[in-house]
Every structure is written in structure tokens, then in C-alpha cells.
């Protein structure tokens, strides 16, 4: 048996490029136009799960509507808590942290933002979704309606990716797609990324 999920970033947010997590900025009319090119007329899919935010949800619901699919919104995928980063751009954590956003990166789990979640959580809550999903659709095509760092989440769970890598391991930009694969057999459960597309 064979389960495919294909992850997809949400288009761009209006507002531009910022530190989001809770923020639930709606898409922009060029990130509904980024999510409509991402998806192919041969793309179909069983189900659709998606993060609650705005960016994520409305997207999801039209698709759901317009292709006849069912939708399932999962509140665990939504992007991480960037706490006092929250609606500032990269530029204005480096003016107002230093070199803060710089350790970020390289390693979340020592240095996240102020008040923000812990990476450890957020990749518990993250990868106990898409399995709990993967084992409710077991057999099924799923599209993923959700975050960049969810999407880092899930390839560093599949590739054994250690956490504190698993920001600089990917581009995910907006509207980027991900495909993992999970084969059962009588052998056993084997999980591949088949195709990452930033």
C-alpha cells in the first residue's frame, strides 16, 4: 500500500516578507496567483489537509470546492510561535536583536526568539500530525496546505535531519512543492522524499 502527500508552501501573504508564525494574514493577490500556477491540471489528489491560518485555509477551501475534494483542517500544522518576532521583517530583528536571527538559524533550538516556541515542540506537534493524517488516509493522495517550517519539519523527519540543521537544509519558498512517499508492506513501513521543488 501506498501513501502520497504532497506538501505545499501558501503563496505570498499581504503584508510581504516578515516573521508571520500566529500572524493570519490573508494571501496577496500575487500568493493566490503563486498557488494557482503551483497546481497542474494532471495534479489530483483524495483529501486535503491544511493548517488553519488564513494564508493556508482559503486556498484549501477553494481547491476543495472547485475539484470536489474532501478538506480536513488541522490546527498542529500551523507555522511556529516567533514570539516577540512576530510581524517583523529580517531586517528589523537584525536592528532590533543583532546577531540574534543570524544564531537562529544555525541553531534553533539554542537560540529561538524571545517568548517564541521551542523547535522541539513545534516538531512534536508537527510530525505527530502527518503521521496521526498519514494513518487516517492511509492509501489515499493527500495535498498539505501549510508553513515553510512545517514543510522543514516533515523532510527532516523523513531524511533524519537533526533539528538544529533543519532551517538551513531547505529553500522552501513560497508556493513550494514536496512529495513524500510512504510504502507498507508486509516488510515494513518505508517513508521517501521523492521530489522537493522550491
Not at 21 to 32: H, I, V
Amino acid at each position: 500500500m501506498t501513501t502520497t502527500i504532497d506538501l505545499i508552501r501558501h503563496g505570498e501573504p499581504e503584508g510581504g516578507p516578515m516573521f508571520r508564525g500566529s500572524k493570519d494574514d490573508p494571501l496577496s493577490e500575487q500568493g493566490w496567483q503563486q498557488m494557482r500556477d503551483a497546481i497542474a491540471s494532471t495534479d489530483h489528489w483524495d483529501a486535503i489537509v491544511s493548517s488553519p491560518m488564513a494564508r493556508c485555509q482559503r486556498f484549501a477551501e477553494t481547491l476543495s470546492s472547485q475539484q470536489n475534494i474532501p478538506l480536513h483542517i488541522e490546527h498542529e500544522l500551523r507555522e511556529i510561535g516567533f514570539g516577540e518576532w512576530e510581524g517583523l521583517t529580517a531586517e528589523q530583528v537584525e536592528a532590533g536583536y543583532g546577531d540574534r536571527l543570524n544564531r537562529f538559524w544555525q541553531d534553533p533550538i539554542n537560540f529561538l526568539p524571545p517568548g517564541g516556541e521551542p523547535v522541539t515542540d513545534f516538531y512534536d506537534r508537527v510530525i505527530h500530525s502527518i503521521h496521526r493524517w498519514q494513518e487516517k488516509l492511509s492509501g489515499q493522495k493527500v495535498l498539505v496546505v501549510c508553513h515553510g517550517g512545517v514543510i522543514r519539519m516533515a523532510l527532516a523527519d523523513v531524511l533524519g535531519i537533526p533539528l538544529e540543521k533543519s532551517f538551513t537544509g531547505f529553500a522552501v519558498p513560497y508556493a513550494c512543492r514536496s512529495r513524500i512517499q510512504i510504502d507498507q508492506s508486509e516488510f515494513g513501513v518505508f517513508r521517501s522524499v521523492i521530489s522537493h521543488q522550491p
